[in-house]
């Protein structure tokens, strides 16, 4: 099975990017077809085609009137984007690390990666009632920091990108809030069963508030200190 890598990235965290990209050149197995970084800048490189965050879909991010705009539209970018080349594609965090080999698939079928952190974040379940009729199917999250959509299945899954918009705009406040990862995968867990596998994953977290900006050292040091650990991936968030 073919698929592409998707890694959406905040200026707040271009010191961890080029770390983020190096442990998917490592670890992903088998590697993505074609690498996208999605930046405010267009930042791009020699294996990875840079698209800026006005280009990555086609929706007016002056229209999101929820106070984090930029935090919503990344997840309208990874629900509709159309510039990745196959119909699979992986979306990673650019805070997050790889740490050991991650297998994307399992007996032909992509797989959900469940995280050993709990979480559960009841303003995202009543968005989904609200807007989806959806429930919540499982009693894990979603919620990983990485995760493989099918072009296909966000298209039957939200038909009107622009309705979604005015969904948000009218629905969205602190006790009731759109998940993409929440939404994705119950959608899929109740509509398309057969579609995903599943995989385990151990997590650890960093972070600190974005007023303390990490180093490269920093990042290096926590990257060698893990080596070792019994974890799949790590975090270095930068929270604001």
């Known amino acids: ?20 990209l190096n442990s998917c050149l490592e670890h992903l197995n088998p590697s993505p077809e074609n690498i996208y970084v999605i930046t405010p800048d267009g930042l791009g490189g020699s294996i990875a085609t840079g698209i ?13 009137k929820y106070r984090r705009s930029n935090w919503i539209y990344q997840q309208l970018v990874k629900l509709f984007q159309d510039f990745t080349e196959n119909d699979l594609y992986l979306c990673v965090d650019s805070d997050l690390i790889f740490n050991r080999p991650i297998d994307i698939f399992k007996d032909g079928k992509p797989n959900f990666f469940v995280s050993d952190r709990d979480q559960h974040h009841e303003p995202y379940f009543n968005f989904m009632e609200l807007y989806f009729g959806l429930s919540r199917q499982v009693d894990h999250t979603f919620i990983n920091d990485f995760m493989v959509f099918d072009k296909n299945i966000c298209a039957e899954m939200i038909p009107n990108k622009d309705h979604l918009v005015l969904a948000i705009n009218a629905l969205m406040s602190d006790d009731c809030l759109l998940s993409e990862f929440e939404t994705y995968g119950n959608y899929i867990t109740k509509n398309h069963p057969e579609l995903y596998g599943s995989q385990l994953t151990k997590t650890k977290m960093y972070g600190r508030y974005s007023s303390e900006p990490w180093s490269g050292e920093e990042i290096k040091q926590i990257v060698d200190e893990n080596r070792a650990e019994d974890v799949d991936l790590f975090t270095i968030h930068s929270w604001t």
């Not at 800026?52 to 999101?64: F, L, S, Y």
């Open 52 to 64: 800026k965050d006005e280009d990555a879909v086609q929706i007016n991010k002056a229209t999101i």
């Open 1 to 20: 099975m073919k698929y592409d890598l998707i890694i959406p990235s905040h200026p707040k965290d271009y010191v961890k990017l080029q770390f983020c």
